[in-house]
């Protein structure tokens, strides 16, 4: 069995749990290394906005809005 090619398909309720879980071990890792990632902020927050604008345009092509 290939893990990569399995298929799923997550309802809204299930995937808001994962997210949840993710942004939990996030706001872990940042406040326990918040000196770290301090120093590193202009370039994660540039990746953020880039990340955003791309998702965003995906989203939006999905929806056929583009």
Do not use: H
């Amino acid at each position: 069995m290939n893990f990569f090619k399995a298929e799923t398909s997550w309802s809204n309720a299930e995937f808001i749990i994962f997210k949840l879980c993710v942004a939990s071990v996030y706001v872990l890792i940042g406040a326990y290394f918040s000196d770290f990632f301090l120093q590193y902020r202009f370039p994660i927050l540039t990746i953020f906005v880039i990340t955003v604008i791309w998702t965003v345009s995906l989203w939006l092509r999905k929806m056929k809005w583009i």
